[in-house]
């Protein structure tokens, strides 16, 4: 009997590192079965800035979620974020030696390779290529060129490139966290396969991911990724305006902002205050929630436009490119009051707030149905289609004497006292199986990707 695949997602935030294992259940629903969450150090605006801060907030993420599912996880999908992420079109052709052949995989893989040795501005790296429309001798908006005809095929592009040094940083931290990395997505990517449909894709939509240290847009058009951005701002500069416009600490202002915030400033009377405690004996400061509405207002504001100038750099008035289904929101920055009407005044296109229970199954925790936890949703919903088995049951462990797993760093002493971690053998590595091909063009070749892993892979082990 096959055993089932366990995946697990792990998200790595500017404000929360969330550590998820889930699998399919009868009906094809997400089963989630455990989640782990820490605060998140040594990340700022998506990038990692402290390495062994970093380990740290990964580790106690791990154990909490292994102590809440009774699984000992093995690998990890990580989501990529970040203020240096940037995609770019490109459009690339392979002439084939034989037109009288049909067109297969290794022609795609081919052509994506090709892509793959672009030259980028030094220090930068391609992290997806993602194809979008096929030509096929000339005859253009093909989807899926498997099994047709032809010599010279070409293809438009959308590719994502980012930092190389930010990446293997995340490498490192999972590698010393004592974990393998399985995989790497673009957060919005993974974001956009929790929250949105089929059709918002086919019909045409703005993905925005409002997170702690950035907010990530993806745009999707006739079920094809189209255009991808991150922009440097997320919640925790909301929170940064407060604590300075309202001269309280830090703790006081992100309470204040998840309670009382809006990004509406109408909607609050002026007689309508709340009193925050002093400082050490201090008087309680008294504070409008009017004024902390216009604080909110004017920076939500900033982010919106920021955003909505992506949107147009994509050209969404053209009426071939017209995002039908408008807007989606999510991440935790979607959970702020009145988001939704202030982002269709600002835009003037339709809205909602993207939750990820779709894809989940209906006993699954209402915590993580919440915005906040979609990027970790998707996370594990990719590590199942690679069909991996990132998490093995204690139980099936080997049972020797008991002795306790002590990852470098990690602290598991309340762990310990749950129950006794017993040291398992490393499994050989499982070849995994190579994805099909897919017209919709925002899943890859499982067989490239690989490859990919273990490019960082060598690095981490060269550092060494």
């Not at 203020?83 to 052949?101: K, L, P």
């Not at 959308?158 to 590698?175: D, E, L």
């Not at 992100?254 to 002026?270: T, Y």
């Not at 139980?395 to 017993?422: D, G, H, L, S």
Request: charged share 25%; aromatic share 4%.
């Amino acid at each position: 009997m096959e055993k089932e695949s366990i995946a697990v997602g792990l998200d790595i935030g500017t404000t929360k590192i969330v550590a998820m294992i889930g699998k399919k259940n009868e009906y094809g629903k997400l089963e989630i079965l455990g989640v782990g969450k820490s605060k998140s150090l040594g990340v700022a605006r998506g990038v990692v800035n402290n390495i062994t801060q970093t380990i740290q907030s990964i580790q106690q993420a791990i154990v909490e979620a292994e102590a809440d599912s009774g699984y000992k996880i093995n690998d990890v999908v990580v989501g990529i974020a970040g203020q240096h992420i940037r995609s770019i079109q490109h459009s690339d052709y392979i002439s084939r030696a034989n037109a009288e052949e049909v067109i297969g995989d290794a022609d795609i893989d081919l052509l994506i390779n090709q892509v793959h040795k672009l030259a980028m501005l030094p220090g930068e790296e391609i992290i997806h290529v993602l194809p979008q429309e096929f030509k096929i001798d000339g005859e253009s908006e093909i989807k899926e060129p498997i099994g047709m005809y032809g010599g010279r095929l070409e293809a438009s592009f959308h590719v994502v490139v980012g930092q190389a040094s930010s990446i293997r940083n995340v490498g490192r931290c999972i590698k010393s966290a004592g974990l393998d990395l399985s995989g790497l997505t673009l957060e919005p990517l993974a974001s956009a396969d929790a929250v949105l449909s089929q059709e918002e894709k086919e019909a045409g939509v703005a993905l925005i991911d409002i997170g702690g240290g950035t907010t990530d847009l993806a745009i999707f058009k006739d079920g094809i990724i189209r255009h991808t951005a991150v922009v440097p701002f997320g919640g925790n500069v909301i929170t940064d305006d407060i604590k300075e416009g309202c001269s309280i600490i830090e703790k006081q202002a992100e309470l204040l902002k998840v309670k009382f915030g809006s990004a509406w400033p109408g909607e609050n009377k002026d007689n309508e205050i709340v009193s925050i405690p002093g400082l050490r004996g201090r008087e309680p400061k008294e504070i409008s929630l009017k004024n902390l509405s216009k604080i909110i207002h004017a920076r939500v504001v900033e982010i919106i436009e920021q955003v909505f100038a992506e949107i147009k750099a994509y050209g969404h008035e053209d009426p071939r490119k017209k995002l039908i289904a408008g807007i989606v929101l999510t991440g935790g920055g979607a959970q702020l009051q009145h988001i939704k009407q202030l982002v269709e005044y600002i835009t003037g296109m339709d809205t909602r707030i993207g939750y990820p229970n779709e894809h989940l199954a209906g006993d699954s925790d209402e915590e993580i149905s919440s915005p906040m936890y979609a990027t970790a949703v998707g996370l594990v919903m990719n590590s199942i289609r690679n069909n991996t088995k990132s998490a093995t049951p204690l139980v099936e462990m080997k049972k020797e004497e008991p002795k306790i797993e002590i990852r470098p760093q990690a602290v598991v002493e309340e762990r310990v006292e749950e129950e006794t971690i017993q040291e398992q053998p490393k499994a050989a590595p499982v070849k995994q199986p190579e994805m099909q091909h897919e017209s919709t063009g925002d899943k890859i070749k499982r067989g490239f990707f690989d490859k990919y892993i273990d490019r960082i892979k060598e690095f981490l082990d060269n550092a060494e």
